[in-house]
């Protein structure tokens, strides 16, 4: 739910005149409505997050609510004026379709977007790091990201 709470976040933050950095975003779940055919294609295949929780946890987040709602549902958020977004989904999640679907969108308001797919990975296998060299190099990928949107200052010396 991490990274589809700070995509509802950044597109309220842009209609206060706010705007972030930059966004990286680890297989966010984006539609609420669950319109996305990699639920079912992908049932069988996403050995962390299975269909049943994700309805699951619809029920619990939005029980009365329009999942289709932006708030809730970043794929049918408005983020024009948004700033640079990174994506990182395995071509084998329940999840997939949430991540490029969002992904087409917000290229198709200009929003400079990148998307790092994986053949057969778990559902935020980046946890996985120190153990599994994709999630390592995910990882690397996402901190060059960051680095890219971010000014670090020096540290100060001490006099």
């Known amino acids: 739910a ?14 206060t005149g706010d705007r972030p950095a ?5 297989s966010p779940w984006t539609d609420l ?3 996305g055919a990699s ?9 962390i997050l299975p269909v049943e929780r994700i309805r699951e946890l619809r029920g619990m987040v939005a029980p009365d609510s329009d999942p289709k709602d932006p708030r809730l549902s970043p794929l049918f958020a ?12 395995s071509e084998s ?3 997939r379709d949430d991540t490029l679907a969002l992904a087409s969108r917000l290229e198709g308001s200009g929003v400079d977007t990148r998307v790092d ?25 996402a901190a060059e990201f960051i680095r890219g949107r971010i000014k670090v200052s020096p540290p100060r010396s001490e006099s």
């Open 2 to 15: 991490g990274g589809g709470l700070a995509l509802a976040l950044m597109a309220r933050l842009l209609q």
């Open 117 to 141: 797919t994986w053949p057969d990975a778990p559902h935020v296998w980046q946890i996985f790091c120190g153990w599994v060299p994709e999630a390592d190099e995910a990882l690397d990928r």
């Open 39 to 47: 639920l079912v294609e992908n049932a069988d295949r996403d050995a």
């Open 93 to 95: 999640e329940i999840l």
């Open 78 to 89: 408005v983020f024009d004026g948004a700033p640079p977004v990174y994506f990182q989904v």
């Open 33 to 35: 409505s669950c319109g």
């Open 22 to 26: 930059g966004l990286f975003a680890f």
